[in-house]
């Protein structure tokens, strides 16, 4: 069982639409988790972190982490074709150093 | 004005071949990465070093050799490469070990 796991899509959604992708996890010990979105042939850009449990928003992005359940989502909404992209979910845990662990992506496809 | 910074940004090399990649970050950041990401997107971290001690050493051939020269800089010398080899490497780096990973541009390597 992979520490962090992603459906690998393609997810496809019409334009305008919510996105959402999903993240699962198998250790517990995992405290911080990131959403980077990953468009082709480019790095891996951070677009939400969240540490508690709960809803997390910043603009058309709402990133739900559930500990108990180990889960962590990423909903995108009024989706763009600019948003067209790999979502990577990564954890880490809390401690003196810091290794994310990462899934291995939902790519994403906005239809226009 | 690139934060984190790679060079080269493309390598085509032989079997057998000793390179490195070179990268340097200007953010101030303490602690930087090395991770690997192969051709089915999974993003696995390599190394890291904070304040030019190793603090992450992932199982990985003892082919690769990271040096750090100081704090800004986070080398990564591949000795007898292989066609496994082959693969995006991304340097990262983080305000110290706790915070925030922001990724390089990647350094795309291909071994034939």
């Known amino acids: 069982q992979k520490e962090v796991e992603q459906n690998s899509g393609p997810l496809s959604v019409p334009e305008g639409a919510i996105a959402s992708l999903n993240c699962t996890y198998s250790d517990r010990g995992s405290q911080s988790f990131f959403w980077y979105r990953q468009y082709s042939g480019k790095s891996p850009e951070l677009i939400m972190s969240?540490?508690?449990?709960g809803d997390k928003e910043d603009g058309r992005f709402t990133a739900q982490l559930n500990k108990a359940s180990q889960y962590v989502s990423l909903l995108i909404r009024d989706s763009q074709p600019s948003d067209s992209a790999t979502y990577l979910c990564a954890g880490s845990k809390s401690g003196a150093t810091n290794k994310l662990i990462f899934g291995t992506g939902t790519l994403l496809a906005v239809q226009p | 004005d690139t934060a984190v910074s790679q060079t080269p940004k493309y390598l085509v090399t032989q079997m057998g071949n000793d390179k490195s990649i070179k990268c340097e970050q200007n953010l101030g950041h303490d602690t930087m990465y090395w991770y690997k990401q192969d051709s089915k997107k999974f993003l696995k971290i390599m190394f890291s070093?904070?304040?030019?001690?190793?603090?992450i050493n992932e199982t990985v051939p003892n082919r690769f050799s990271p040096k750090s020269p100081d704090k800004a800089h986070l080398n990564l010398h591949i000795n007898s490469l292989e066609l496994g080899d082959s693969a995006v490497y991304f340097c990262?780096?983080?305000?110290?070990?706790?915070?925030?990973?922001?990724f390089g541009e990647g350094s795309w390597l291909t071994v034939v």
């Open positions: 990262a780096s983080s305000q110290n070990s706790q915070n925030t990973i922001y």
């Open positions: 070093y904070n304040n030019k001690e190793l603090i």
């Open positions: 969240i540490y508690s449990n």
